[in-house]
């Protein structure tokens, strides 16, 4: 049997403007919009990411002992660009970005989406 994770699901309050940030910020592929709900993908990735629109006030962030944790985490290959990139986009950072590499050589860039979604992307 195989498994995979098909998809994941994150909360949205503009739907256009949430699938525009992906595609122009983190190279996201734009693959449908459904009026509620659209999908898009990392372009090397064959996960799904559901953006459901919702006046609701919700994010996909959560927190152990008061610190935040994101939902989804991305590999990347090259996270000086990616750090321009969010900062140029206008999303907030969590913590530093230019933070220099921590665990092994491992480097990390916590950050929200428009909707207040935490991300994290990492360097190996």
């Known amino acids: 049997m195989t498994h995979f994770i098909s998809h994941?699901?994150?909360p949205v309050k503009?739907?256009?403007e949430t699938i525009e940030w992906?595609?122009?910020y983190l190279d996201c592929e734009f693959l449908a919009n459904f009026g509620d709900?659209?999908?898009?993908?990392f372009r090397e990735d064959r996960t799904n990411i559901f953006l459901w629109q919702t006046a609701d006030e919700t994010t996909a962030t959560f927190s152990v002992?008061?610190?935040?944790?994101?939902?989804i985490g991305f590999q990347v290959n090259d996270m000086d660009?990616?750090?321009k990139k969010i900062v140029d986009s206008g999303a907030r950072v969590?913590?530093?970005?230019?933070a220099p590499s921590?665990?092994?050589g491992r480097r990390f860039l916590k950050f929200f989406d428009l909707n207040g979604n935490m991300l994290v992307a990492h360097t190996e």
């Open 81 to 83: 660009a990616l750090c």
């Open 37 to 41: 709900f659209a999908l898009i993908r």
């Open 14 to 16: 503009n739907l256009e």
């Open 94 to 98: 969590y913590g530093d970005p230019l």
């Open 8 to 10: 994941v699901q994150i």
């Open 22 to 24: 992906y595609v122009a």
């Open 102 to 104: 921590v665990e092994e």
């Open 65 to 71: 002992k008061g610190e935040l944790f994101p939902t």
